[in-house]
């Protein structure tokens, strides 16, 4: 039995570049790993690296996708990303407008 694919996955990362990030967002949406990608310009982050309390301007990448792709999105970025350690990030949530979730399931031919 095919399972009904309600609960959207949000996978959040980070980039430095943003035709990079366009690149990316564009190859998960590609490959049908990702129905959409929103790209958040000019989020300032604060971290610690290198023993260093850091601070750069990135652009935040929210990642729409399913529970059943976000193996794909995680293996894609991991190959694709300019960062020694990108932030993978998975939030949880369910759709509350069925017409949208129905979207993101056509957009990934589930």
Request: one cysteine or more.
């Amino acid at each position: 039995m095919k399972p009904t694919y309600n609960k959207l996955q949000i996978i959040m990362t980070t980039h430095d570049d943003l035709a990079q990030a366009e690149q990316l967002a564009r190859l998960l949406v590609d490959s049908r790993s990702a129905a959409c990608v929103n790209l958040l310009p000019n989020v300032v982050s604060v971290f610690r690296w290198e023993g260093e309390t850091q601070s750069e301007t990135e652009i935040m990448m929210l990642i729409k996708t399913t529970l059943e792709n976000t193996a794909d999105v995680q293996a894609i970025i991991e190959a694709h990303h300019s960062y020694d350690v990108p932030e993978i990030v998975r939030l949880s949530g369910e759709v509350l407008h069925e017409p949208y979730m129905q979207w993101i399931r056509d957009c990934l031919a589930l």
